[in-house]
Each structure stands twice: as structure tokens, then as C-alpha cells.
């Protein structure tokens, strides 16, 4: 395998000023911007939107090429790495993806021909690994989204779609709060009649979580009541949320504001109305989800890394 003595890929550090919560789609941008490389291909679209050019490996087998360097994401670890061709020299920048969860829950999507996916627990402090099949969480569903709750707990949205080829068995989706010492379901329910997925969850204040079900559909949970307050089809105004594994459809930024990601352009969340707006059209069509980091929104539309700059 050759010289025992070659030197191994140095190791450098990202840090970041908060805990980021990303994608690996978003793992590139937040790269570039802590080691100060921005894309030489970035063009201004207008009307506060930017083109990285292409900048959005999804594998760790495609990169892209800044100042001079290749970069990549290895999935699904979420790690950076960067390799200059003219001096050969390779940086592993280590995981982006930081999370805060003492036991952090991942979901699973069915293998080929298989329907329902469990949960995977990793306990940090014990460094143990617990996996919940669908029968002990959701009969042949899937969980989709996911977010912390107090007391332990957490609150999760399923899918009822199968894995490649496989037999859709459930009708409907449903949302759970799960006690995440126990690991026992302590309530479920179709609140929304006849959903086959619920896309995305985002807390909110007092109680409320905003979701997306459907692609489509924005509704407001009262996670005390445990009852849907508000739901708006948004489809024909705002086209289809952006998809992909861990869509990332909702984008906190500047003051807090709540913006969610269409195929369409941007929306934001008008707080008094309960209503998702069109704030800005996008030039292009909105394909994965993002995040918010040092005054803009990334996201991508095919292979192109965007962005944009909310007021």
C-alpha cells in the first residue's frame, strides 16, 4: 500500500461562532466562507438573488472547484475535504454538522423493495447505539422530520412512501411525540387527514411548530393542545417545497423571521396572519433546501449553489 512513512491528510478545525445547524448541501457554503473562498463563477441575478455556479457536490465522489482547490462533502457524515491539484496537498476539515440533542436521532428511509424505517440513537456520553425498528415506532412508515421538545422529548412527522420498488402499506401519515429516555411513542395522530408526508418541522413560539406537509401544505401545531391551528395550501402561489433528503424547507434568519423554500421563490412567515407570503420570485427553480449563514440564504437549483440576501 506504499511508504509506511507518507504523510497523513492534515486535519484542520472549522469553527463556527453558534451552533449551525446544516445539510450537506450547506456544508460546502459554510467551507468556503471559514476558509475565505467564494466561487469564481458567482454572478448577481437581481433582485437580492446570487449564482455560485456549480458548488453542490451531493457525493463524495464529484467535487468543486474554488481558488484553485477541489472541494467535497462526504455523505452521510456531513465531512468537508479540500485538494489542490497544483500542490497535491488534501485538508480534511472534519464534520460541519453539529448537533445539540444529548442522544441525537437519525431516521431511516426503507432499503430496495422494503417498507417502513426505523430510528438510530447515538448516546454521546455512553457512545452506544440503540435502532428502533418501524413496528416500535410507526408500522410500515418512515420518519421524515423531527424536532426537540421540552422534557426530553420530541415531536416527528412521518412518510408512508416505500423504498425503491417497494408496497405503500399505510394511508395515511401521522405526527408523534416521542419520549426520548424511554423511547416509547406517547401520542400519534393523522392531524391532517389523508397526508402521505409530513416534510418538515420547525419550533415555534409558545408551543406552536410550523410544518409542511404534503410539499404543499403549511399548518401551525400546537404541541400543548396537540391540535393543527392554522393550514394553508400554498402550492398554486408558491409552487412545491424544496425536497431531497432532510428537505430543510424552513430558514431562520435575520430577527428571527421564518422563511420556507418553494420551487417558486422565498417565503416568509407573516406572524399575525399565520400565512406564508411570496417575499421574493426566484430566477431559478428551487430544488434543496438550506440555511441561513452571514446575511444570506443558500440553497441550490440543480447542480448551481444560490443564494439569496432577505431584508
Known sequence: ???????????????????????????????????????????????????????????????????????????????????????????????VYKQNWPQYPRSGTPAYGRTGGGLFFWDKEKRAATVLRDADVVPDESTLSMIALPGGRMLAGTTISPGTGGEKKAAEAVLYVMDLTTRKIEWQAAVLPGVQQYTDLLAGPKGLVYGIADRKLFFIFDTVKRTVVAKQDVEAELGRAAYHQGPRVFVVGPKGRVYALFSKGIARLDAKSNTLKLVAQSPLPIGTGGDYFKGRIYFSSGSHLLSYQPD
Open 1 to 95: 500500500m506504499g511508504d509506511s512513512k507518507t504523510a497523513m491528510p492534515r486535519r484542520q478545525e472549522v469553527t463556527f461562532s453558534k451552533t449551525v445547524r446544516i445539510a450537506v448541501l450547506v456544508s460546502v457554503v459554510l467551507a468556503f466562507a471559514a476558509a475565505g473562498i467564494t466561487a469564481a463563477e458567482t454572478r448577481n441575478l437581481g433582485n437580492g438573488f446570487r449564482d455560485h455556479g456549480v458548488a453542490v457536490p451531493i457525493s463524495n465522489q464529484r467535487g468543486a472547484a474554488a481558488a484553485g482547490n477541489i472541494w467535497t462533502v462526504t455523505y452521510p457524515q456531513c465531512g468537508v475535504l479540500s485538494f489542490n491539484p497544483k500542490t497535491r496537498e488534501l485538508k480534511d476539515y472534519g464534520e
